[in-house]
């Protein structure tokens, strides 16, 4: 049997299905390993029964990175920030809302706020190379208690081209694995002064925690297990 890739979508289940599933599942994670992508996620399968659980986060993979750097990039002349996917306009959208950001960046006056998502969509690589122009990324959405579960490969998409993010309080797993890549806030308030103190030069140093390569090991230690 194969190991179990899950994450969220799976403890969600878990709550909803009655008690007769619940204990199927819970035979079922007790006797294969668990791959999830952060820690947090790891205690809950332990809760569960689960005995050989992996941490493999979501990254991106070393030819990504080489594809993205090759090049020579200039900064953008004003200060740029980035935000990938769809914005919410308002207060509706509950896990990740981001309403207010837009006119925070207008009132502020934080310089260029570019939306890589819906109309704006970018193919992956280019998004990359792309986000190397930008000072920030951002992944602020209004905190939640469940964003400790969330490891959003976003995060690493910036980071493994040398841009650090202005991150979400709430999203303590991602904030954990970015390290010195993470500019946290606990609301949208504390964004002007996040980017107006931090170093904008974009010179970072890559860490190799934020590649796939780094974490073959663990990959081929719970495969191996099972033989």
């Known amino acids: 049997m194969k190991p179990i890739f899950q994450e969220i979508a799976f403890l969600n289940l878990y709550v909803f299905i009655g008690e007769n599933a619940q204990k199927r599942l819970s035979r079922i994670i007790r006797q294969v390993p668990t791959i999830v992508t952060n820690h947090a996620v790891a205690e809950k399968y332990r809760e569960l029964g689960a005995e050989n659980v992996a941490v493999v986060p979501n990254v991106p993979l070393r030819f990504e990175v080489d594809?993205?750097?090759?090049?020579?990039?200039?900064?953008?002349?004003?200060?740029?920030?980035?935000?990938?996917?769809?914005?919410?306009?308002?207060?509706?959208?509950?896990?990740?809302?981001?309403?207010?950001?837009?006119?925070?960046?207008?009132?502020?006056?934080?310089?260029?706020?570019?939306?890589?998502?819906?109309?704006?969509?970018?193919?992956?690589?280019?998004?990359?190379?792309?986000?190397?122009?930008?000072?920030?990324?951002?992944?602020?959405?209004?905190p939640l208690d469940v964003h400790k579960y969330y490891v959003q490969n976003k995060a690493f998409l910036a980071s493994v081209v040398g841009v650090p993010t202005i991150v979400s309080s709430s999203?303590?797993?991602?904030?954990?694995?970015?390290?010195?890549?993470?500019?946290?806030?606990?609301?949208?308030?504390?964004?002007?002064?996040?980017?107006?103190?931090s170093d904008q030069s974009g010179k970072h140093d890559l860490n190799p925690v934020h590649m796939w390569e780094y974490h073959i090991p663990e990959i081929k230690k719970i495969y191996g297990e099972m033989n």
């Open 171 to 197: 999203l303590e797993s991602t904030i954990e694995l970015l390290g010195d890549y993470a500019l946290v806030v606990h609301n949208l308030e504390e964004i002007p002064s996040v980017i107006n103190s």
């Open 67 to 142: 594809y993205a750097t090759a090049d020579e990039v200039q900064k953008e002349n004003e200060t740029t920030t980035v935000y990938i996917g769809n914005m919410s306009v308002d207060d509706h959208t509950i896990l990740r809302n981001t309403s207010g950001i837009k006119e925070l960046w207008t009132k502020f006056r934080l310089g260029k706020l570019v939306n890589f998502g819906g109309r704006n969509y970018l193919p992956h690589l280019t998004l990359m190379r792309r986000m190397r122009r930008c000072h920030f990324n951002l992944l602020f959405w209004k």
